[in-house]
């Protein structure tokens, strides 16, 4: 069955770094795009970036983009999220989470498969 | 950037009701919308893609329609496990957006 655990969440000041992993497991993560998506406590869903599934293209929300960084490991089946400068905006459960069909590219970001989610806190 | 209008935030509703819910692109974004449906403390569930194609499993009392702009998410009789809320998104465009939610709570 298809599994996405997500690691790396935790309580970090603003400015800082954190880097998130998804594990990938159940199906062959090298044919799928992969996203992030978060969500901040008691607000919506936010679409945050994409990789394709064979790491050529990369797409970011406005809000992150420059410093978040996406990318993928097709040999760890690991899927990444690099987040420099954090902000307290960025505090979020942030979800990993593949596309529904394999080898979807422009038309990519329908999510079937979702992680559990890990949380992000930027404080001091 | 396209923006996605979900109406309304949230409403009470019954067991038994039908119900839609209203989601607006801010352009058209053809069939390119799916719907969700998010519990507390859990991740989204994948109901319809493509405006109107329902997700294997998802029961058939969900239904979508639209295309372009408009779009409804209807449940044709609503269960107990229906309360909720549901977003729309569209795949249109990068960046991929969401719509802001609508909460169904119970009357």
């Known amino acids: 069955q298809v599994q996405l655990v997500e690691s790396g969440g935790g309580v970090v000041q603003p400015g800082r770094s954190l880097r998130l992993s998804c594990a990938a497991s159940g199906f062959t993560f090298s044919s799928y795009g992969m996203h992030w998506v978060r969500q901040a406590p008691g607000k919506g869903l936010e679409w945050v970036a994409v990789i394709w599934y064979d790491g050529s293209n990369k797409y970011y929300a406005d809000s992150v983009k420059g410093r978040f960084t996406i990318s993928r490991d097709n040999s760890k089946n690991t899927l990444y999220l690099q987040m420099n400068s954090l902000r307290a905006e960025d505090t979020a459960v942030y979800y990993c989470a593949r596309d529904l069909t394999p080898g979807a590219t422009i038309t990519g970001g329908v999510f079937l498969y979702w992680g559990q989610g890990t949380l992000v806190t930027v404080s001091s | 950037a396209i923006r996605m209008t979900q109406s309304p935030s949230s409403f009470s509703a019954s067991t038994g009701d039908r119900v839609t819910i209203t989601c607006r692109a801010s352009?058209?974004?053809?069939?390119?919308l799916a719907w969700y449906q998010q519990k507390p403390g859990k991740a989204p569930k994948l109901l319809i893609y493509?405006?109107?194609t329902l997700q294997s499993g998802v029961p058939s009392r969900f239904s979508g329609s639209g295309s372009g702009t408009d779009f409804t998410l209807t449940i044709s009789c609503l269960q107990s496990e229906d309360f909720a809320t549901y977003y729309c998104q569209q795949y249109y465009s990068y960046p991929r957006s969401f719509g802001g939610g609508t909460k169904v709570e119970i009357k």
């Open positions: 493509a405006a109107s």
């Open positions: 352009q058209g974004i053809s069939s390119y």
